[in-house]
């Protein structure tokens, strides 16, 4: 299941997510979006994990979380269109 992971501070490495994401399952992939121009993270990533089960429990529970001070939207990513 790929997972859509929003409103990450934007000082979140793609380590730091991945070992949150983790606690859950095991983890594929992990990629925080940067801003093309600056470098910079845009403050969301996409995490890819193969066990669903797994992946349905960490959306239900980081959803609306806080984690390095922000609120975390959690849920699965929509397919590119």
């Known amino acids: 299941m790929n997972i859509y ?3 990450l501070n934007y000082h979140v490495k793609e380590a730091d997510l ?4 983790e606690a859950y399952g095991a983890v ?3 990629k925080i979006i940067d801003d ?6 845009k403050g969301f990533g996409f ?3 193969d066990d669903d089960a797994g992946a ?3 959306i239900a529970e980081l959803n609306g979380s806080d984690y390095m001070g922000r609120t975390m939207v959690v849920k699965e ?4 269109s």
Do not use: D, F, I, Y
């Not at 990513?77 to 590119?80: S, V």
């Open 5 to 7: 992971v929003g409103n």
């Open 18 to 21: 991945q070992q949150v994401m």
């Open 28 to 30: 594929t992939t992990v």
């Open 36 to 41: 093309r121009e600056t470098g910079r993270s």
């Open 47 to 49: 995490v890819e994990m």
């Open 56 to 58: 349905a429990k960490a």
């Open 77 to 80: 990513a929509r397919p590119r």
